[in-house]
DNA sequence: GTCTCTTAGACCAACTCATAAAGTAAACCT
DNA sequence: AGGTTTACTTTATGAGTTGGTCTAAGAGAC
């Protein structure tokens, strides 16, 4: 009669306590840098004991380091405690349309290196770009001197949508209709492989290292050729039934409004996006076949001087406002963040106005309650966040790091510090 | 340098254990029904003696009683448990804009009794509003015979904003801006109080005991005279940064369209909310003073009848499928639940051709993995949805159950069983 | 140079909880 | 009445946290 789904009826054991500890400490040391024992103890709560036993783990494994003391006066000094960055490797992966991005990490997250591979113009196939990640890794792997340490995992981020009940990759803009790419690079790699939406992983990058930092309630606006979302809640990414979440570009602004690339009328993209945009400024100035990240540019640096531009740009902002209106109505965050590269460059410009008319579009309380802030890290973010999705992994104790590689450690360190 | 208040870094101890294990037992009785220990075993992966353990706690507190023995064909009989109804009564309150609406329950919800109290006309009184739930709360013990029973706590529905990082109320449609009922109320009664927005706690009844049952991805649209959503990620209501998520009425669906009651302009609720469509059906027909309700009986019965509603239900469909459209995209539920008196009202004949429109304005992929059904409680479920906010704590193991009355629960449940 | 004070961290007994296996209870069957 | 089957309970064990006590390590005072 009632609802058994709605139930969560998962045993806990004493075992989930102690993951769970371990993994209060990691994060802690991880966000909030190194420290002491003692500092970890009146973070978390524990008892000085329990930090003792924990941390006495995670030196075993590896993870965690002393780095010195620190100075004190009067009393022995507090030993420092820090994420041993070196012990393994994390490979964070961009899957664009026609190139892959491979960048390494450290654990800390510190950039190693990064390759570049192009895959085809319309539509790589995916048995191309299993085999280049694979093949950039052992480049990067080579380059960075860190053949010795194990990788800890790679993280795919992948323009579309990544159905985590499934495992399949749906994207209409590299035309692929359900491929097995996570089972595909597993696979390849035999390494654990972490896959997700490219906006979503570029979001969670803002969070973890951008303008997102201490929010926990937010959405990245992603503004580039396309318009998505990525939405935290309580510092969780908001994923939905299949992980298709936060499709923000193609909510309906305007029933009945401008064809949409996706088939639809009146989509946010249809007006925001970078195709769009793009198709609008070329309409206005009469001509031009200049790309689109080039006629975005100018059309950003034609506001406030050209009347033509001006005109567009107010329309661009009030649909704008109402596309952050309806972020703050239905998700009520404490911060937007503007990012991709359309909100990068346009962004300057107009998000004073956009704030505007996002008020008029918005409820007073909710809107009030949010700022609207420009993204920090770049449209190229996309690697790091995917990297994250390791990490993460790592710091909730559901992924393992492979065993050895501990003593070439500091050797390898010496190595990176270039 | 990063981001720390992304962490969670909650102590756990052992004693976390037993309250993640009770529940689960607890939420297994409840939303699976009675059953025996060895199911209970089974279904929960834990432990026989575990069981039995933890089980023996609950029989004690009362929460918990052995109803009777399973027939066998040789070997033990097993033991049915159930959750002990009769042990306390919990209230749920509605707190609409002229009534407030009392409903007492079992522990188990069922209705034991409800009473209304009419609280004025424009805009009631806080200290109006407490002192009519309290004398309303004597009233129903009195007359449910449940004198003896302890009261396990209240939970509120109001229409308006519950902050609960401030614990005030913000209701335009009452005219409360920034009332602290929780605290009011805790001091008049002395029980522990929930409260939360109405539409959130009908949303809740229709995801414990309605057409949201089984899914753990859903959004239930709320459709009377104002338009909200009630969106439900992974099992648990979807809050945002200060609870005030879900204001889907307010989402612009068309940029510079028809004006709303709430100020802004294109606002899903200025088409498809009670108040504009009775408006718009007596421009239609041109007049009539008739009241909010029979005018859009009216106008739904006009449906496929009278050309003239013939028009404003096509317009109508489309603008709830833009409406539609956006949940899909933005949140991608597996269900959405259509609720409230003009959802119900008009479901049945607009529901096809609102089906037809969500498909053009959403993705087709997450418009493929949902499915829109109407609500099944009726637009009255507000009082028991606030009762489960109570419910809910209890079976969290967050909201002890007072001591006593234990003795008293048998005669009382004859009492009720009437 | 030694003593004392202070502080960090390690160690240990007590307690909580889950598990698994052995033990007991309650039915039915022959 | 005894055997069999099944459901539940008890017990021993191991994992884990807590809080008190002990030791290590430095600073400052005499």
Redesign the interface.
């Known amino acids: 009669?009632?609802?058994?789904?709605?139930?969560?009826?998962?045993?806990?054991?004493?075992r989930?306590?102690r993951r769970?500890?371990q993994s209060?400490l990691l994060?802690?040391l991880?966000?909030?840098?190194a420290r002491s024992r003692l500092e970890l103890a009146e973070?978390?709560?524990?008892s000085g004991g329990t930090v003792t036993n924990v941390v006495a783990d995670l030196l075993a494994d590896g993870l965690v380091a002393e780095a010195g003391t620190e100075d004190s006066d009067g009393g022995r000094p507090r030993t420092i405690l820090e994420i041993a960055g070196a012990r393994a490797v994390v490979v964070g992966v961009d899957v664009g349309e026609t190139r892959v991005r491979v960048e390494a990490f450290d654990l800390g997250l510190r950039k190693l290196g990064a390759e570049d591979r192009l895959v085809g113009v319309d539509g790589p196939a995916p048995e191309v770009v299993v085999a280049s990640i694979g093949e950039a890794i052992s480049a990067l792997r080579r380059k960075a001197g860190v053949d010795g340490s194990p990788l800890a995992g790679v993280g795919v981020g992948v323009s579309g949508?990544v159905d985590d009940t499934d495992g399949l990759v749906?994207s209409a803009s590299i035309g692929w209709d359900g491929v097995p790419l996570p089972a595909m690079l597993r696979r390849e790699l035999e390494i654990p492989v972490r896959i997700d939406n490219g906006a979503k992983t570029l979001g969670q990058a803002e969070?973890?290292?951008g303008a997102?930092?201490?929010?926990?309630?937010a959405a990245v606006a992603l503004l580039g050729t396309g318009v998505g979302?990525a939405?935290f809640?309580d510092?969780q990414l908001?994923?939905?039934?299949?992980?298709?979440?936060?499709?923000?570009g193609?909510?309906?602004?305007?029933?009945?409004?401008r064809a949409c690339r996706?088939g639809?009328?009146?989509c946010l993209e249809g007006y925001a996006g970078g195709w769009a945009i793009a198709e609008r400024w070329r309409d206005a100035i009469g001509g031009g076949a200049a790309g689109e990240e080039q006629t975005v540019t100018a059309f950003g640096r034609a506001i406030g001087v050209d009347p033509r531009a001006e005109a567009l740009a107010e329309e661009l902002a009030?649909?704008l406002g109402?596309g952050f209106?309806?972020l703050v109505?239905?998700?009520?965050?404490?911060r937007i963040v503007v990012a991709g590269w359309v909100g990068l460059t346009l962004g300057p410009a107009l998000l004073d106005r956009v704030r505007d008319h996002t008020r008029?579009?918005?409820?007073r309380?909710?809107f009030e309650?949010?700022e609207i802030v420009l993204g920090e890290l770049g449209p190229d973010a996309v690697a790091l966040g995917a990297a994250t999705l390791v990490v993460d992994g790592i710091l909730a104790g559901d992924l393992a790091l492979p065993r050895g590689g501990q003593r070439r450690a500091p050797a390898v360190r010496e190595a990176l510090s270039v």
Chains 1, 2 share one sequence.
């Open positions: 009669m009632t609802n058994l789904a709605y139930t969560r009826a998962r045993r806990v054991t004493v989930d306590v769970a500890n209060a994060r802690q991880f966000f909030g840098g973070q978390t709560g524990l949508v749906y969070m973890w290292f997102g930092r201490g929010a926990r309630n979302a939405v809640a510092g908001y994923r939905g039934a299949h992980s298709s979440a936060g499709e923000w193609h909510a309906p602004i305007v029933v009945g409004g996706c639809s009328r009146g009030e649909h109402a209106g309806t109505n239905l998700f009520n965050p404490e008029a579009y918005a409820l309380r909710p309650q949010v």
